[in-house]
Structure formats: C-alpha cells, structure tokens
C-alpha cells in the first residue's frame, strides 16, 4: 500500500496499523524537524502537556472536561486507545470523525512524501505514535482548538509530544517503576525522563507523592526558571462515599474547596486535584463552580467503569495502579462477595502485581485467562503463576466473564484488571454481545 495513494477510511487504518511492521524509533531531533515541517500546528493554543506513569489519562479528561464547561473549545489526544483509534482524538469530548481521520492522514502522508525530498531525510517515516500525534495537531489546528490537552506517550523527554514550544502547564503525575527497559532502573532516573517535558519559564505541577522523584522535578524546574507546584496527598481529605459518588476537600492556596466525583476509584481524587492546580496555574480564567462542575461531569472509561451491573473493569496496569486499586476497593462499601479476573503483558511485574492482589485477602475467587495481544501472558505461564492456589484459568477473558454471569448467585461483584489491553477486549467484546 502506497503512502500517497490511500483514499479511504478503511485504508488509513489498514496502513497505521502496519507502520509498526516497518518503522525504527526516529530520534527526537528528527521528529522536531518535521513538526517545524508541518507549520508547527496548533503550537500556539493553550496546552496542557501531561507525562506521568499512572493517572496521566485521568488528569487529561478532567481538564478537558473542566474547559469545556468554561465553554473553550478543546481538542484532547491520549492513549492508547480502548477499542477504536479515533478515541485518541476528541473535539468537545467527542471523537474525530471518519472524514476528518481520512483528511488528517492524507495531508501528514502527503507532508512525509514532500520532506523525504529534502537533504537527509529520504527514508523518513513516523513511528505509529508519531503519525497519529501530528495527524492530532493537524486536527486541533483545523479546528481552531482554544485548549489542547495532550498526553505524552512514553517517557517525555524524547517523547515526540515535547515538540511543542510552551505549554501553558506542564503536568507530571505519579511516577513508578514502569518501561524501566527505556525510561531508567530508579525512580529518580524514571523522573528526569518524565521532567523533560518542562520548558523554561513555564509553570510545572506535579503530583508530591515520592521524594526522589520530587527532588529530581523542583530540581529540573529550579534549573529553568520554572514555577514549580507540588500536589500533596495531604492536601486532599475524603469526606464520603455515597450512591458511587466521592466527596472530598481539597486545599489549594488558601481556600479548601469541596468537590465531588462519579466514580468509585479512590485513587481519582488526587488526580482531580492534579487537574484542578494545573488548571489554577495556567493562566485560563476558569470560575471554582465551573471546576466543580466540570469534575462532577467527567467520567474516564476503563477507571473502575462499571460496565454491567455489578462488574467493574480497571485499567491498572503496574504496581502502583494495583496498589490504587486496591485502595478503591478496600473503601468501597460493598459488602458482598467480591470475585476477580486478572490478565497482564508480559513485560511488568506481574508476580509482584499478583501477590498483591493475593496477599489483600479482598476476593473470594480469582479467575485468569491470556490476552489476545502478542505481549500478553500465555496461558501456561499464567497457570504457573498462580499454581500455588485454586483458580480458574479460561481461553480467554470473554468466557471468565460470560462464567461469572451465568453462575454468579446472591450479592457478588466482578473485577476485571491487570491491562488495559483487557480492558479494551472485554469492551470491544460487549460491543459485539449486545449488537
């Protein structure tokens, strides 16, 4: 399939998905040069820039959502997706249309063709994240975006998001021990990534969680002028749990402000808070109602959904999102049988996730059963994992849920967690079962 001859929607997704079959990481230095290429677009819009190993995600939908309710207009690109890749780019909340997928494509493939004539870059092609992250700046330009929220992909400073000038926030949620293999063997190390995405002069808020890395991330902003503002768990104090909604109180300069989420995760309320101080320090006159509201409106798919009565699925996907949702559900009032479903990539810590999850004494049954992702655990070393305890192990996680529904009996509940790969399989596959 040729670059400058795709014509269809169909087409376009056939080739992005390929791209990883025949592309190399290009250097960061590369990738700048062809963001200049294209004109820069939708560089000087207010942008929210947002790296961090877990919450990242969240953080971008809150903010999204809370300037959507101060009536900007915003563009908000993430990753992965879920189910269907035009769920990375969304204006108004909503996702990018076929038609406007298809233009973006064609004009970035088009670009590529024209730079691959210039001096140096005659075998110049975007990695798969690449391609769709200039495809988003050229949505967002086209659009006439007021607020973009952009989330990086891995790591940050050598992420090709960091090719924006000046955001007006940059953001760093939590940092953990995750994609040690490119990112450092250290939580300080994992920090000075993730704190590439400060630039001089621009404000930075970060979550204040482990001191290592917030050493590394006043340090980095001390270095380039950078107002710096940290975003402690001591600062946030839970009030109540109530019909799935939290209630919490947040200190942030001198008022305490009490907000409100749907949502059953726990580990949300920082990262609300996170989104509430970026959005304080951005400049943007944004009303504390309008944040309440814009907060109380979110929801995030694939952080504690409840995608059936009854049956929750969570991305989690590392230690520390394990550990968060353990939190969640420690603290969630239910008082019923509580049953889960776990499956992982091969590349994280699974024993560790695993005996943490064993060792919380939360569940009465555990269910596994391997991912259809080439990254997945197999089956065989997933029964190996838990071999030392009776579990139930299924081909694949579509028959550990379709068992749970057809044999659950009295007040139960399922979790589904361990990937967001099997958050988005279980999902597409409720797609498919209801239509």
Same mark, same amino acid.
């Given at each position: 399939?040729?670059?400058?001859?795709?014509?269809?929607?169909? /087409?376009?997704?056939?080739?992005?998905?390929?791209?990883?079959?025949?592309?190399?990481?290009?250097?960061?230095?590369?990738?700048?040069?062809?963001?200049?290429?294209?004109?820069?677009?939708?560089?000087?819009?207010? *942008?929210?820039?947002?790296?961090?190993?877990?919450?990242?995600?969240?953080?971008?939908? %809150?903010?999204?959502?809370?300037?959507?309710?101060?009536?900007?207009?915003?563009?908000?690109?993430?990753?992965?997706? @879920?189910?269907?890749?035009?769920?990375?780019?969304?204006?108004?909340?909503? $996702?990018?249309?076929?038609?406007?997928?298809?233009?973006?494509?064609?004009?970035?493939?088009?670009?590529?063709?024209?730079?691959? +004539?210039?001096?140096?870059?005659?075998?110049?092609?975007?990695?798969?994240?690449?391609?769709?992250?200039?495809?988003?700046?050229?949505?967002?330009?086209?659009?006439? =975006?007021?607020?973009?929220?952009?989330?990086?992909? @891995?790591?940050?400073?050598?992420?090709?998001?960091?090719?924006?000038?000046?955001?007006?926030?940059?953001?760093?949620?939590?940092?953990?021990?995750d994609h040690m293999e490119y990112l450092g063997n250290?939580?300080?190390?994992?920090?000075?990534? +993730?704190?590439? *995405?400060?630039?001089?002069?621009?404000?930075?808020?970060?979550?204040?969680?482990?001191?290592?890395?917030?050493?590394?991330?006043?340090?980095?902003?001390?270095?380039?002028?950078?107002?710096?503002?940290?975003?402690?768990?001591?600062?946030?104090?839970?009030?109540?749990?109530?019909?799935?909604?939290?209630?919490?109180?947040?200190?942030?300069?001198?008022?305490?402000? *009490?907000?409100?989420?749907?949502?059953?995760?726990?580990?949300?309320?920082?990262?609300?808070?996170?989104? =509430?101080?970026?959005?304080?320090?951005?400049?943007?006159?944004?009303?504390?109602?309008?944040?309440?509201?814009?907060?109380?409106?979110?929801? $995030?798919?694939?952080?504690?959904?409840?995608?059936?009565?009854?049956?929750?699925?969570?991305?989690?996907?590392?230690?520390?999102?394990?550990?968060?949702?353990?939190? !969640?559900?420690?603290?969630?009032?239910?008082?019923?049988?509580?049953?889960?479903?776990?499956?992982?990539?091969?590349?994280?810590?699974?024993?560790?996730?695993?005996?943490?999850?064993?060792?919380?004494?939360?569940?009465?049954?555990?269910?596994?059963?391997? @991912?259809?992702?080439?990254?997945?655990?197999?089956? /065989?070393?997933?029964?190996?994992?838990?071999?030392?305890?009776e579990i139930q192990i299924f081909d694949c996680p579509?028959?550990?849920?379709?068992?749970?529904?057809?044999?659950?009996? !009295?007040?139960?509940?399922? %979790?589904?967690?361990?990937? @967001?790969?099997?958050?988005?399989?279980?999902?597409?596959?409720?797609?498919?079962?209801?239509?």
């Open positions: 399939m040729e670059l400058g001859r795709i014509v269809c929607y169909q /087409e376009a997704i056939a080739y992005i998905d390929e791209i990883p079959k025949f592309t190399k990481k290009n250097g960061f230095d590369i990738s700048k040069e062809f963001y200049a290429f294209l004109q820069k677009p939708a560089n000087n819009c207010t *942008i929210f820039h947002v790296a961090g190993t877990n919450g990242k995600g969240s953080v971008c939908a %809150y903010l999204d959502s809370i300037c959507r309710e101060a009536g900007l207009k915003t563009g908000l690109f993430t990753s992965p997706h @879920l189910v269907d890749i035009r769920e990375r780019f969304r204006l108004q909340g909503e $996702w990018i249309s076929q038609e406007d997928f298809l233009d973006c494509f064609q004009i970035v493939a088009n670009q590529v063709l024209a730079f691959r +004539k210039t001096e140096g870059h005659e075998e110049y092609h975007p990695t798969f994240f690449e391609y769709l992250f200039f495809m988003a700046m050229l949505y967002c330009e086209k659009k006439q =975006v007021q607020v973009l929220v952009l989330e990086t992909g @891995l790591g940050g400073r050598l992420d090709t998001t960091n090719v924006i000038d000046h955001p007006a926030v940059s953001v760093i949620t939590e940092i953990g021990m250290s939580i300080a190390e994992i920090a000075v990534e +993730k704190a590439g *995405i400060i630039k001089a002069g621009c404000p930075v808020v970060y979550v204040d969680k482990r001191p290592e890395s917030s050493a590394v991330i006043e340090q980095i902003a001390a270095e380039k002028n950078s107002p710096c503002k940290g975003v402690s768990k001591s600062a946030i104090k839970f009030i109540g749990f109530q019909n799935k909604i939290i209630d919490f109180s947040y200190q942030c300069g001198y008022d305490n402000n *009490i907000l409100s989420l749907q949502t059953t995760a726990f580990y949300q309320m920082e990262n609300a808070a996170t989104a =509430v101080t970026a959005l304080l320090e951005s400049g943007l006159e944004v009303s504390m109602d309008t944040i309440k509201k814009g907060l109380f409106q979110c929801k $995030w798919e694939g952080r504690m959904e409840e995608i059936l009565p009854q049956v929750f699925l969570d991305g989690a996907h590392n230690v520390d999102g394990i550990d968060a949702f353990l939190e !969640g559900v420690e603290r969630d009032h239910f008082t019923g049988k509580r049953y889960l479903l776990f499956s992982a990539v091969a590349d994280k810590e699974v024993n560790l996730m695993k005996e943490k999850l064993v060792s919380s004494g939360l569940f009465s049954g555990f269910m596994t059963a391997p @991912l259809e992702s080439s990254r997945g655990v197999k089956k /065989e070393d997933l029964q190996k994992l838990f071999r030392d305890m579509e028959n550990g849920l379709e068992y749970f529904l057809q044999n659950r009996n !009295g007040d139960c509940r399922l %979790y589904i967690v361990g990937s @967001l790969y099997l958050v988005g399989q279980i999902k597409e596959y409720l797609l498919k079962r209801s239509s």
